[in-house]
């Protein structure tokens, strides 16, 4: 599949698939349930970006944002469980019915998790946004972990990106970096 183009029933449509996620120094996303940290600076550009773009996300990141849709945006859910309902978001059952669903109304679309949505969509996604956060959530056994990023793949674009730290906000100093897929020669 080329990438920036989503395939669709009836042919291929061109849309920018961007995911955005925020990481500790050991590419821990999340225990699944709940933040584990608190960086209102972090919270603020994720806004930012996302919104009036539809977001797509995992059930189990939906139901940690305590099932309520992010306001401003389309919010479409993934499930595997027939008949769930999400109130006041659309439902898909996989990840292409859910880029079918959000590209009906934008040419960007947003996955914002979780582990599972970020690592079946490294295939579709033209580019990423990561959060990088200095500070290191504790061992546990429920830690769920950012997708690798490649080298090969992706390159990151030094003018979306921060060069240094930001000044801490909440529990740690954050960088963004975006990544952008290389592109066959």
């Known amino acids: 599949m ?4 989503v395939a669709e029933q009836d042919g291929w449509c061109p849309m920018t698939v961007a995911m955005i996620w925020a990481q500790d120094v050991n590419g821990v996303l999340g225990n ?5 940290w608190h960086v209102p600076g972090d ?3 994720f ?3 996302t919104l009036g773009h539809p977001v797509i996300m995992g059930r189990g990141s ?9 306001p401003g945006r389309l919010n479409v859910v993934i499930t595997g469980q027939e008949g769930y309902e ?3 978001a659309e439902v898909a059952h996989s990840l292409g019915q859910a880029v079918a669903v959000a590209r009906t109304s934008a040419e960007l679309v947003w996955i914002v998790g979780g582990a599972r949505v970020y690592a079946e969509a ?29 080298a090969e793949t ?3 674009d030094p003018e979306r990106s921060d060069a240094q730290w930001r000044t801490q906000s909440g529990d740690a100093r954050w960088k963004v970096t975006t990544y952008v897929r290389r592109r066959a020669a």
């Open 43 to 45: 919270f603020k550009h």
């Open 122 to 150: 490294m295939g579709i996604a033209d580019e990423l946004v990561v959060t990088d956060l200095d500070l290191e959530v504790a061992p546990a056994p429920d830690l769920v972990y950012a997708p690798t990023i490649d």
């Open 32 to 36: 699944g349930r709940e933040m584990l």
């Open 86 to 88: 999400a109130e006041g």
């Open 154 to 156: 992706w390159q990151a």
């Open 62 to 70: 939906w139901e940690a944002l305590g099932g309520k849709p992010l």
């Open 47 to 49: 806004k930012a970006a």
């Open 2 to 5: 080329e990438v920036g183009l």
